[in-house]
């Protein structure tokens, strides 16, 4: 440790400040990434909820039996963009999109 401390000594002053000062502003710009990935996740809350609640809307569909001839349905295409739709048969599986171009199908079993 002894070592350390001369030789930060030895950088002088202008030195060591301006490292601390670099150390410190890629702390900030850090923090700022955190803060807005934190943001946007808040934000995607409220449609998260809305998703669960279909899913459990369709299993419970799923799992009585309810037998359906049409259902509409809202298809996202682009953000805010969406393209109204008609599902004519019964469903047996799922697909939600993840997001980066990821989709996941599930069954509802």
């Keep these: 440790m002894k070592d350390n401390i001369e030789d930060i000594c030895k950088k002088g002053v202008d030195s060591v400040l301006s490292e601390l000062d670099q150390q410190y502003n890629r702390y900030r710009l850090a923090e700022g990434q955190l803060?807005?990935?934190?943001?946007?996740?808040i934000t995607k809350i409220p449609e998260i909820e809305k998703t669960i609640q279909m899913?459990?809307?369709l299993a419970s569909n799923q799992s009585k039996k309810a037998i359906y001839s049409e259902m509409d349905v809202d298809?996202?295409?682009s953000e805010?963009?969406?393209v109204k739709g008609r599902a004519k048969e019964p469903l047996e599986h799922i697909s939600?999109?993840?997001g980066a171009n990821t989709?996941?199908?599930l069954t509802f079993k």
């Design 35 to 41: 803060l807005r990935s934190h943001q946007s996740m």
């Design 103 to 105: 989709v996941v199908q």
């Design 80 to 82: 805010g963009i969406f």
């Design 55 to 57: 899913v459990e809307a």
């Design 96 to 98: 939600l999109w993840l």
């Design 75 to 77: 298809f996202l295409i």
